[in-house]
Structure formats: structure tokens, C-alpha cells
């Protein structure tokens, strides 16, 4: 309790130093969560991509319905496969016509049916990686009524060496924005120490020991990182509405993150405070 009533205390004392050390904590994790911001549409965009990531069969002309049959059985009961769908010669010129309305007029004059009979191969979520995508059209090119399979496999490629970056870059940035935001935290408190130098050396004198004095320093970390982190998830809101509202509407990251988020700035706050009222309490005389 002492301790609580120290570290508030500070707070009313130094109104001007709190908010300088909340504000620069606030602009640190802001930073951050700008970055989580853009990391989660990036990854909203790529599942929604992913989730068209399909393994397409063509069938050569005259396979007969036992050999589709028998083929739609053995690749449904594929572990890796959601589904496979028949797409009769019929209605592949249909859905041509449906998803290319400006090529209605050669569509129209055609005499036969140019299209192929296919299977649309569906994988099930957690198998839409390269791996699964390779087997999978490996076992139906196997089949001798297969012509050719195809799953865009240049594009496909591309989007999971763009999910890797993706992963690699939030692991590496969001570290490095940690990084500064507890730099931030421990200087802020290193100012405070040296501004009540003069307490801590009387507080010396009479004997006080080091954790003792340590502990209001690590509150007050704590509140000035919840604090900073409240900053922090305002004004990542505000951008996101200016964004949204006059560039393009993008989501918000999931209420979790800003849990998340909160408890990175408490987290820090002490961690941070402790590391630096440690090493500069030495300073102290």
C-alpha cells in the first residue's frame, strides 16, 4: 500500500513529467499499433486470397461418368481435400458466360463446346499451403482421363513467400518497436529517479533498502505504460477511422489484441522501470 500511495503520489506531484513519460510510451505503442493494424489486414487479405486457392482437374473428351465417379470418391476421401466438384462441359461454357459477360457475343456463336469437363478441387483450411497444393495435383494429374491440372501455381507461390515475409517482417518489426517502447519507458524513469534524487538519499540514510525503494518506481512504470498503452489504442483508432473514412475502408484489429495490447504496456512498464531504477540507483548519492 505504501507503495501504491508513493507511486500515485508521483503522479500528482509530477503532472507535467507523468504525462511526458505516458505521452512517449503512448507514441511508442502507438507505433506499434499502427503496426498491428497493417499486420492484420495484410493478414485478413492474404486468407481471404487463400481461401481461392483451388487445385482445378481437366478431363480429356470422352471420360466416362465411372472414371469421374470413381475419381471424385478417391480425392474426397483425400484428408487434405474439403470437397471436389464436377463441372460438366455445360457448365463450365455457363459459368464462362456468367464471370465474362463482354465475351457473351463468342459465346454465343460458338458451334462446339470448347471447354473441358473439370474437377474443382477445395482443400480444407490448414492444407492451403504449397506443399498439400503439390500432392494434391500430383495424385489427380495421376489419373489417365486427366489432361492437364492446373492452381496458378506462379501466383501461388507468390502469396505464400509473401505470407512468409509477412511473418518474418511482424516477428522482427514488432520486436524492434518493443525494444523502443521499454528504451522510452526506462528513460522516462531514469528522469524521474534523478529528479527525486534527494528523497531516495534521505530514504538512504534511514535505512531503506533498495527493493523498498525500487517498488513505487515499478507501480508507477506500470501505470505510466496502462496509461500510455490507453493513449496508444486512442489514437491508433482515430487513424484507423481517418483511414477507413477517407482512404479505403480497412478492419480493426480483433478486441483481444487491444487486451493484448494493455498488457504489453503494464508489462513493460515494470519490467522497464525495475531495469532502470536497478542500474541507476548506483547513480544515486
Not at 504449397?130 to 500430383?138: G, I, Q, Y
Amino acid at each position: 500500500m505504501y507503495a501504491l500511495r508513493e507511486a500515485v503520489a508521483a503522479f500528482r506531484r509530477a503532472p507535467v513529467l507523468t504525462g511526458l513519460a505516458a505521452g512517449m510510451v503512448g507514441l511508442a505503442l502507438f507505433v506499434l499499433g499502427l503496426f498491428g493494424l497493417v499486420t492484420h489486414n495484410l493478414q485478413t487479405t492474404l486468407d481471404a486470397v487463400e481461401e481461392r486457392v483451388e487445385v482445378v482437374a481437366y478431363l480429356r473428351e470422352g471420360t466416362t461418368d465411372g472414371e469421374v465417379d470413381a475419381a471424385l470418391d478417391e480425392l474426397r476421401a483425400l484428408p487434405e481435400v474439403r470437397t471436389v466438384i464436377y463441372v460438366t462441359k455445360t457448365q463450365a461454357l455457363e459459368n464462362a458466360r456468367a464471370e465474362l459477360p463482354e465475351f457473351e457475343e463468342v459465346f454465343s456463336d460458338l458451334d462446339v463446346n470448347p471447354l473441358p469437363a473439370s474437377l474443382e478441387i477445395e482443400l480444407e483450411e490448414g492444407f492451403r499451403n504449397e506443399e498439400t497444393v503439390t500432392v494434391v495435383s500430383e495424385h489427380a494429374a495421376a489419373y489417365p482421363f486427366v489432361e492437364d491440372v492446373a492452381y496458378g501455381r506462379e501466383w501461388v507461390d507468390k502469396l505464400f513467400s509473401l505470407r512468409r515475409i509477412a511473418g518474418v517482417a511482424a516477428g522482427v518489426l514488432g520486436a524492434a518497436f518493443a525494444v523502443v517502447a521499454a528504451l522510452i519507458i526506462g528513460t522516462a524513469l531514469r528522469i524521474a529517479i534523478f529528479a527525486r534524487r534527494e528523497e531516495i538519499h534521505v530514504m538512504r540514510l534511514v535505512g531503506a533498502k533498495d527493493g523498498f525503494i525500487r517498488r513505487p518506481f515499478v507501480i508507477e512504470g506500470a501505470m505510466a505504460g496502462a496509461l500510455g498503452a490507453l493513449v496508444a489504442v486512442v489514437l491508433t483508432w482515430a487513424t484507423w477511422r481517418a483511414v477507413s473514412t477517407l482512404i479505403l475502408e480497412i478492419d480493426w484489429i480483433p478486441v483481444g489484441w487491444i487486451g493484448v495490447g494493455l498488457a504489453i504496456g503494464v508489462v513493460f512498464g515494470m519490467l522497464a522501470s525495475s531495469l532502470a531504477v536497478r542500474r541507476h540507483l548506483r547513480e544515486v548519492t
